[in-house]
């Protein structure tokens, strides 16, 4: 059930696709003269197992804000068009799905090339997530610029028809379908890990295929698209670090947990693609905590974004090391240009090898920890 709001949301609209309804926006009064409250009308998902609200839904919803207090194209500012190109975001508190979410925009600096405006997002008072977002007008780099990207994986195209023409001969089998009731705003397709069986993690990349359900519907030009490229961003990100590493990143005790806390059917969907993958795993290592810390999207061509259609996305980890992780991540539309890049650091902590076993031998009554000592 919905949980409470401090304006009753409208329905959704059927004109929209999934994604448009879960990132609508309602407009609250002005704080002060620089300072814009809108808050989000409808419940947003808990991921299982995760402390809070799926991360992408807030850092889309900032964006949503922010875009609004961008003045649109006038006479009195020569028809300007201002896109997004950066947002450095911050996690501080895990989010309750069921407490509204209040977003401050703050209007920063209004320049003539760049627009500056920062977002808290709050409930009960306190700020559960911050950014600061970055504006460009377009065009106004001139007619001459320096150009050259990252080309995007040669042979991803063809493994996105094999999997497509698969799929069209089974159900949906998308296990990670991000939102409400199996029928989330977006779809995913899991490419295997390039360069698995290399000692050096630093060259593996973990790659997907992802596109949001339906059409987008919205007439605002390119903004509902590159607030939901925000919200697919965070998919398949903060495990990053584990998969390189080959660790479990959820034990079976997960399954076990109260059905208000997890919905079970969903974690099994996740416990089924960690057991395809056991042949790769070691029972040694587990991850007993992921926290994503920060967030990072450049927004490299936004009128290239097209999320109801194909984007690739391409992980990889460069560092980890003292309870952290850094993920980068490259985003392609099907064309193979380079629209958007994000950086993440995660906060991670190892599971005692003592209680990752007893999660996979729950009745086990030793546990070997080395060669020389049983427990």
Known sequence: MPGPTLIRAPPPDPAKSV???????????????????????????????ARGVYGGAVIA????????????????NGHAVYLIHSMHCYFVLAGDSTIPIVYYVERVRDGKSFMTRTVQARQKGKCI????????????????????????????????????????EGSDTDA????????????????????????????????QWIKARGR???????????????????SYFIGTVARVHNLWRF???ESRRDDTKIKNREMAKIEEEENSEADRRTPRASIGMMVSLDHT??????REIKVDEWLLSENESPWSGDGRGLVFQRIWNKEGVLVASCVQEVSEKPQPFIVAMLSVFPFSVYIFLDSDTVY
């Open 297 to 302: 999207i450049y927004f490299h061509r936004p």
């Open 61 to 76: 919803q900032c964006l949503s804000a922010a875009q609004q207090s961008i003045p649109p194209p006038s006479p009195s």
């Open 251 to 253: 034990s079976s005790s």
């Open 176 to 207: 990670e379908s991000l939102g409400v009731q199996g029928s989330g705003p977006f779809e995913s397709i899991r490419l295997p890990i390039e360069n698995n069986a290399s000692s050096d993690t630093h060259t593996k990349k973990t790659r």
């Open 129 to 168: 997530f911050t950014t600061t977002l970055s504006f460009v007008r377009e065009g106004s780099a001139g007619q001459e610029t320096i150009n050259h990207e990252w080309d995007m994986p040669k042979d991803a195209i063809a493994a996105l028809n094999q999997a497509l023409g698969e799929k069209s």
């Open 19 to 49: 994604i448009e309804n879960v990132l609508e926006l309602t407009p609250l009064t002005s704080v002060a003269p620089t300072v814009k409250r809108t808050h989000q009308g409808r419940e947003l998902w808990h991921p299982p197992g």
């Open 216 to 234: 987008i519907a919205s007439t605002d030009g390119p903004q509902s698209h590159l607030s939901a490229l925000a919200y697919m961003s965070d």
